[in-house]
């Protein structure tokens, strides 16, 4: 049998004026860290996530783990602090916390979203008051695959509890909850520009901050925390976090294209919605509301194991034998033998939506025949 072309899990796919961008870093001699491409990379993504009324600071970054451990130093966690994480998310949301010598605590998911349930997370900071006798110092939230959380009733609770949240949309560019973009609710927000994301700096990050002097805070640790002297005096430990002119330029082209990015995402996804529709089974991870629009960075599919007799690895396995790249969901932290003595906060439902589901190929660089072909032959292993 002839072996066809790879179809990949999420390409980078880039646009027209990418190389263009880069040739005038060269030109130019701005081969270093900083420039004219991050300072107008910065300026394209903050009037892409403005909205009216609202202020919105950018700091580009070498990746979006840099940006939550720039969070954290800034909202003064420290040795022995605690940090409420969502478990159901890649270990980078929470490695960040260990850096600061803090202790993550779980918490668990809810059915709508998949993302952390309100519920719980109330349970945690009440159950973490009495056994401490202080509240968590911040809860970093996760908007997974592209799905919104519930933020009204997080961000209620936040205030509730005077606890800062720190928004992880590093797979949300482009996704909205009630018309407002991901990433721009919390006291900081957080983007990836990993290669498999909507867009790519081919590495990169970004902190998104509500005020002028929290991004030039964020700007002065990213580049080693340089006191303003005409010699070089650090009174602080600083980071060398700032990306790079020319990963910038990639950025910048990346913008001109994100708007059709997200559309064609969110086509693919309607493609698999309606393709899978009537397949017993197989569901597909839809916006629970009309308040909630995913950019559908991923489509994810859940396997009802009552009703089809192979498991998700098993049909990952398949997929791969056909030259088809598919993902198992993130695996939750809670059950990562890394985290395995942090308190967790939960009901199962992170868990079995693990044991469950599978990412489908879903970057924008595909074509509908490609979108064809990876559903006839998930048809194929179910019949």
């Not at 060269?26 to 491409?37: A, E, S």
């Not at 936040?158 to 609710?185: V, W």
């Not at 994100?258 to 991870?285: A, F, T």
Request: proline share 4%.
């Amino acid at each position: 049998m002839e072996k066809k072309n790879k179809i990949w899990l999420s390409l980078a796919h880039m646009g027209e004026q990418e190389q263009t961008f880069i040739k005038e870093a060269f030109d130019t001699n701005w081969v270093v860290p900083l420039g004219p491409n991050v300072n107008a990379f910065e300026s394209s993504l903050e009037h892409f996530l403005k909205s009216e009324n609202e202020d919105i600071y950018l700091v580009a970054l070498s990746s979006g783990t840099a940006a939550i451990h720039l969070s954290l130093i800034q909202l003064g966690v420290t040795y022995g602090d605690e940090v409420i994480c969502q478990s159901f998310t890649f270990s980078a949301s929470a490695n960040p916390i260990v850096y600061q010598g803090a202790k993550p605590i779980f918490v668990d998911s809810e059915p709508d979203t998949w993302n952390m349930s309100p519920e719980l997370l109330e349970k945690a900071i009440l159950n973490r008051k009495a056994e401490t006798g202080n509240y968590p110092k911040a809860i970093i939230v996760v908007h997974l695959y592209g799905m919104p959380a519930k933020m009204d009733e997080i961000l209620s609770l936040s205030k509730k509890y005077d606890i800062p949240i720190i928004e992880d949309a590093a797979e949300a560019l482009g996704s909205e909850y009630k018309n407002k973009k991901c990433g721009t609710y919390g006291h900081f927000g957080i983007l990836s520009f990993n290669g498999n994301k909507i867009i790519t700096t081919s590495g990169g990050g970004a902190l998104i901050c509500h005020n002028l002097d929290d991004a030039n805070q964020s700007k002065f640790y990213a580049t080693q925390a340089r006191e303003s002297r005409p010699y070089y005096h650090h009174e602080k430990i600083g980071y060398n976090y700032r990306m790079s002119n020319i990963c910038a330029g990639i950025g910048r082209g990346q913008m001109l294209v994100l708007p059709n990015h997200i559309q064609r995402r969110r086509e693919i996804h309607q493609m698999y919605s309606d393709l899978l529709y009537n397949m017993e089974g197989i569901s597909v991870k839809q916006n629970p509301t009309h308040e909630f629009n995913s950019n559908f960075w991923l489509t994810c599919i859940t396997i009802n194991e009552k009703h089809i007799a192979y498991s998700c690895d098993d049909i990952r396995v398949h997929l791969d034998n056909r030259n088809i790249e598919s993902r198992l969901l993130w695996k939750p932290m809670h059950l990562q033998p890394v985290f395995k003595n942090c308190p967790f906060y939960g009901d199962g439902t992170s868990e079995k939506i693990f044991n469950q589901g599978l990412c489908l190929p879903s970057g924008s660089a595909l074509s509908n025949d490609d979108i064809y072909r990876v559903v006839n032959e998930l048809k194929s292993i179910i019949k």
